[in-house]
């Protein structure tokens, strides 16, 4: 009996929790003015894509899905390439000012990054980096999350292993691409997927450093579009899934790998 | 380690400067300029020629403390870290013992179901959630109407706003949450359970004396983490509400965008942002101190 309530409790709750989900797919597929009735529709009558086409086609969100993608891979592909380097950098060598330098690095942690982006915004505007892609590249190139997550997985790696790589005439760097960089492979995708969800989610850095809406990301495209079509959710509803289904499918692939993230404590909004 | 030495400095120094380099330029110089800004009446005049810019010294705090939209500001993420905090907690450690619960089979796709609202993306469900809260045809006063609750303009009564977005807040992060609460449960020793069942302990004993002593330094971990990310609430008003009605949903991080983007009084801005770092210090700061007493 008590089994039974248990499963229906949490049957009921999931749904509710993802109806929103539900609701939002379904009305992106739905003709003008078809989910501002009352009572709801929760499931259109004839399924239609105008919205999506008017989307792709006449409003430019094709073109901040392709900035989206590029963007979130860039970052992605930049920062575990530096972050890999320093975390192994910091786990098998010695060097002065090793500790001090990685506490002062922990600083990034603290401060929120809204402190940083009025400064910032002034810097790439004065280099004509405003409203580029480099413009949100530059900021996430590094940073000590996953510089100590990878520093801690280095660290398990026996030295005897880097050892006999040099002693058979192995560069510093082709010991770090050779033999570092495949055994960290776990690490790597998990930091991977928390960096791509993470530049695609943003919203407030994108907004400020991106003043030109063939350079916005989805995210912001969405809020400007949000402006003019205030009665219009069908169309807003198609904009919203094209914008979560990437990183729902992304996330569903690599679960695994992202839970781990969060395991250690690491995934920030 | 023993045989590091033997690896070279000189490479070590190569392997780190692109990061430490990125993170000096992007991060560490931009922080010490916001804090100078701060000190200064850089304005939308200064955007074009620097050298109009004057130290004020202290006159943005002082501006800041006699101005009463940014106490309100202060005052609406204050309600709203205080009101979603707890409500994040309870719902997500609920969750978690559901899930640890050993009569509960396919918990992958519960788990599963909790967890999606979190790896979303911010705007698209603020936005879902904006029509989610339509006063006529929104689903959330549709549902309400079936158990004979009268429907409400959510985001449009200044008192039902920001609990509006406290709980499309709650929806979205909880997942995150939960995961960490998991992993504290299944942290806590089965045999310690066991024991308590021998002398004769109920369950609401167990949970009271074994779960929540258990589970504290997770509860605290989690509760900072809600903390200082709750603190930096800008995306769903910003979509949902444009920080109205009233000004009732204007937080710190949006007051400080539309000082510094949309007035462009940038030193003034400035120092909002270092009043929202000092507040996250605090938080941070606290959270170490609980942590060292509760390992004493």
Redesign the interface.
Known sequence: MKKILLYIFLVVSSIATLIPFLWMISASFMPDGKASVYPPVFFPTEIVLDQYVHLLTRLSVARSLLNSIILSTMVTFFSLFFNSMAGYAFAKYRFAGKSKLFNLLLVNMIVPSQVTMLPLFLMLKSIGLINTYMAILVTGLANIFGIFLIRQHCMAIPDSLIEAAKIDGATDFQVYRKIILPLAVPVLVTLGIITFLGTWNDFLWPLIALTDDSMYTLPVALSSLMLEHTRDPELMMAGSVITIIPVVVVFLVLQRYYIKGIMLGGVKE | ?????????K??????A???I??L???????I??FL?SFTDFDIYA?GSFHTVRFIGLKNYSQLFDDPLFWLSLQNTGYYVVLATPICIAVSLG?AL?LN?K??KYKG??R???F??Y???????A??????Y?P????LN?FLGLFGINPADWLGDPNLAMPAIVLMSV?K?FG?NM??FI?GLQNIPEDLYEAASIEGANEWHKFKAITIPMLAPTTL?VSI?TI??YF?L??EP??MTQGGPLNKTLSI?GY??QE??RWWN?GY??SI??V??FI??IV?ILQFKLQKSHLA
């Open positions: 380690m023993k045989n590091s030495y033997s690896f070279s400095s490479a070590a120094y190569l392997f780190l692109p990061a430490v990125s993170i330029i992007f991060f560490f110089i931009p922080v300029a916001a800004m955007l969750a559901l619960s009569l509960i796709i519960f599963l179901s909790y999606i609202p790896i979303t993306t911010l705007v698209a469900v936005i879902v959630w904006r029509f989610i339509h006529k045809f929104g689903i549709y929806w992060t995150y995961i960490i992993a971990f983490v200082v990310g930096q800008f995306a910003y979509i991080v400080m965008y510094g983007f940038m801005s400035a942002s270092f929202l770092f996250i210090l941070t």
